[in-house]
């Protein structure tokens, strides 16, 4: 059975960082593509952040690039989100989540493209 699981959420001030988690268990993590989404309080989920199954090939909605980084590793089955610059419209629970397909070659930011996803984590940025 697949899992996976964030951590590293929190409270952290305008303009600090927080580095999220995901470890993932139950298939061949390396074969598949990982992607952070995110969901405010009244608002639909939202694409962050996607990491090709081999790492190195990354794509980032506008909101964030420049500031987030996703990364991977395949050795220790977790990916990353590192988050810099955070303000406070980047409050939400975020979420990482699991390609539907083995070794996409293009990059999705849909979320119905994948088939598995964590509990989420909170990330509350106060002003």
């Known amino acids: 059975q697949v899992q996976l699981v964030e951590s590293g959420g929190g409270l952290v001030q305008a303009g600090g960082s927080l580095r999220l988690s995901c470890a993932a268990s139950?298939?061949?993590?390396?074969?598949?593509?990982m992607a952070w989404f995110r969901q405010a309080v009244g608002k639909e989920r939202e694409f962050v952040a996607v990491?090709?199954?081999?790492?190195?090939?990354?794509s980032y909605a506008s909101s964030v690039r420049g500031r987030f980084t996703i990364s991977r590793d395949n050795a220790k089955n977790t990916v990353y989100l590192q988050m810099n610059s955070l303000k406070p419209e980047d409050t939400a629970v975020y979420y990482c989540?699991?390609?539907?397909?083995?070794?996409?070659?293009?990059?999705?930011?849909?979320?119905?493209?994948?088939?598995?996803w964590g509990p989420g984590t909170q990330v509350t940025v106060s002003s």
């Open positions: 990491i090709r199954w081999s790492g190195g090939v990354t």
């Open positions: 139950g298939r061949t993590f390396s074969n598949y593509a």
């Open positions: 989540a699991s390609d539907s397909r083995t070794r996409r070659q293009i990059l999705s930011t849909d979320a119905t493209q994948y088939d598995y």
